[in-house]
């Protein structure tokens, strides 16, 4: 009886120095992270909380009076932006180039546009899906995964150009509706 107590007690005392080891460990790592890493990683959290990125929403199909006709309609095309600050220095000139060859942009301004300071620049737009699905393949294959955004857009067709066009309205690149005199 007395052997059991006392191997009870030792089971005890060694959970309860496991239990302080593991309290103590926890509470160190916190330290660590709260007066080493805060202020990098209170930026980093502020940066991606405060992201601005306009999410264009869909249009819908508007059809003829006997509703076989589609006069005008949406389909989904692709915005690139870059985010220079989460693009790695040696990688700059490499996503510069590819971009560049990609979207048929000047390499100048497109180098320029990635080794800006600015949260977000603007590549192309209304980029059509092989395109963008071919920057993502170059991507995957260079391990790229941050600082290049392919952001999904919608651009208007009207199948029959200006068929009803008083009626349906006028829709700039920004898909904000235009007055037309």
């Known amino acids: 009886m007395i052997q ?3 191997s009870t007690r030792k089971r005890m005392r060694n959970l309860l120095f496991i239990g302080f080891f593991i309290f103590t460990a926890l509470l160190c790592k916190i330290g660590y992270i709260q007066f080493f ?10 940066e991606q909380q405060t992201l601005d990125r306009v999410i264009n929403p869909k249009r819908g199909t508007i059809y003829d009076a006997t509703s076989k006709n589609i006069l005008a309609q949406s389909s989904t095309v692709n915005t690139i932006t ?6 790695d220095k040696e990688n700059k000139e490499k996503v510069a180039k590819i971009l ?6 000047e390499y100048e301004t497109t180098l320029k546009k990635v080794n800006r300071r600015s949260s977000i620049e603007t590549i192309a737009k209304k980029v059509e899906k092989e395109k963008a699905d071919t920057l993502r393949k170059w991507m995957e294959d ?3 995964s941050t600082g290049i955004n392919i952001d999904e857009d919608t651009k208007r067709y009207y199948p029959y150009n200006n068929l ?3 009626v349906i309205g006028f829709c ?10």
């Open 142 to 144: 260079n391990n790229i």
């Open 4 to 6: 059991t107590k006392l």
């Open 100 to 105: 560049s060859e990609i979207f048929e942009v």
């Open 82 to 87: 870059v985010n220079p600050g989460n693009i």
């Open 172 to 181: 700039g690149s920004d898909n904000q509706g235009l007055d037309r005199n």
């Open 164 to 166: 009803a066009a008083q």
């Open 37 to 46: 890493q805060g202020k990098e990683l209170s930026e980093l959290a502020y």
